[in-house]
């Protein structure tokens, strides 16, 4: 099959830190290209895949230092591989809806034969800032949104979007196989916290758990400089706890580094404050074993299995509780969950069972357009025959 893959712009695929789409898109395309797919992939040319790379600038948006307000050169990307997805030779054009100015992608693509699907990556409304404000553009862009063949990343995703998209399938990210291996660790005598330094995430939480149950925790992760609240945010609350003996902060990880993190760990702790669309540091942990106590909110009920894999809990008291039943959990029945249900190879199967869905969607339409032809014809030679 040959796919067209338009990434946003913003951070390099895959990133080099944070950046949950980029990573997803990575692995999906790897995977894609190891299963025999003709893979084209529009994205900044600091990107680093296995697929054929097409650039219309040299450095992802985030990494030349463009902030998240400026959507010139986002719009020019978008623009430019729109155009060249609809005259290029492909079975399929997929595209993925992270941030605000992804939305440009709906009227861009309205008029496109090519058969199409959208991944929605994050939650509505997108028209917002992180001081708060927030606008009304979002409905106007159901526009043309609506008639977009789009796949959710959750069932809960799916379930929480609050315009008339037409959903077509739920595709849960997937890792690769040999990426997330356990590393031996010679003692298991901490607790791991790892996402980016924003109240959302809750690292303010899992440092009252484990303060609260008398455990270690190694926090890591971004820190972004270019959103202020993430900086009050560590400044405020994560800093001041930060003594490098029960508070550890080790600042980002690379997926070597994350592995034995993880590894390392008793558990993850994953107080989320959002309803998280997915959660992919979940299964990045449970990938190695290490069993994950996450708040029972957003997708987290779809990616672990209560007693199992870990321990879905209500708030910081059932989470202390729960840290202390930990060595309960079988870590290679948890490692074992995440390769039947959260591997690359399932998740682009999955896709490929989608685009078939859509490309075949597309032919019935287009057959019924041309079935229509003659009898348009027809009509016309009727009228012409008496006259009209």
């Known amino acids: 099959m040959k796919i067209a893959h338009i990434a946003p712009p913003w951070f390099s695929v895959p990133p080099k830190n944070y950046g949950g789409t980029e990573i997803v898109l990575y692995n999906l395309i790897e995977e894609q290209v190891v299963q025999g797919h003709d893979v084209t992939l529009f994205a900044p040319g600091d990107a680093t895949t296995s697929a054929k790379l097409v650039s219309f600038f040299p450095r992802s948006l985030i990494n030349s230092g463009v902030p ?53 990556h994050s939650r509505f409304p997108f028209d917002h800032l992180p001081n708060g ?48 291996r356990p590393v ?10 790892l996402g980016r330094c924003v109240p959302d995430k809750g690292a303010h939480l899992a440092i009252q758990a484990a303060k609260e149950a008398g455990k270690k925790l190694i926090l890591a992760g971004t820190v972004d400089r270019h959103i202020p609240e993430s900086l ?20 980002p990880v690379n997926n070597k580094e994350k592995a034995s993190l993880f590894s390392g760990a008793r558990a993850f702790l994953n107080p989320i404050q959002w309803e998280e669309p997915f959660g992919m540091v979940m299964i990045e942990a449970m990938a190695v074993g290490c069993p994950v106590i996450a708040f029972n909110r957003g997708a987290a009920p779809e990616l672990i299995i209560d007693g199992k894999t870990g321990f879905l809990v209500e708030d910081v008291d059932a989470m202390i ?42 032919a019935r339409i287009l057959s ?19 006259g009209t």
């Open 368 to 386: 019924s357009a041309v079935g229509l032809l003659p009898i348009i014809s027809s009509k016309e030679t009727t009228m012409k025959s008496n």
């Open 321 to 362: 509780r729960a840290i202390a039943s930990i060595d309960t959990i079988d870590r290679n029945a948890t490692r074992q969950h995440v390769a039947e249900h959260f591997s690359a190879r399932v998740m682009a199967e999955n896709y490929t069972k989608v685009y078939q869905q859509v490309i075949n969607a597309s």
């Open 184 to 193: 031996r660790a010679k003692r298991r005598d901490y607790l791991a916290w």
């Open 68 to 120: 998240w307000q400026a959507h010139l050169k986002a719009y020019y990307h978008l623009q430019k591989a729109v155009d060249a997805a609809k005259k290029g030779d492909f079975d399929i054009v997929h595209t993925h809806l992270s941030s605000a100015s992804d939305l440009y992608l709906f009227p861009l693509m309205a008029d496109m034969q090519v058969p199409h699907v959208m991944t929605l």
């Open 133 to 180: 404000w927030t606008g009304d553009a979002d409905p106007l862009y159901m526009e043309w949104a609506s008639s977009m063949p789009m796949v959710a990343i959750s069932e809960h995703a799916r379930k929480e979007v609050p315009y008339p998209l037409n959903f077509v399938g739920v595709v849960y990210h997937g890792l690769p196989a040999d990426e997330m």
């Open 232 to 251: 009050r945010y560590f400044t405020g609350q994560i800093k001041p706890h930060i003594d490098n003996k029960q508070i550890q902060y080790i600042g």
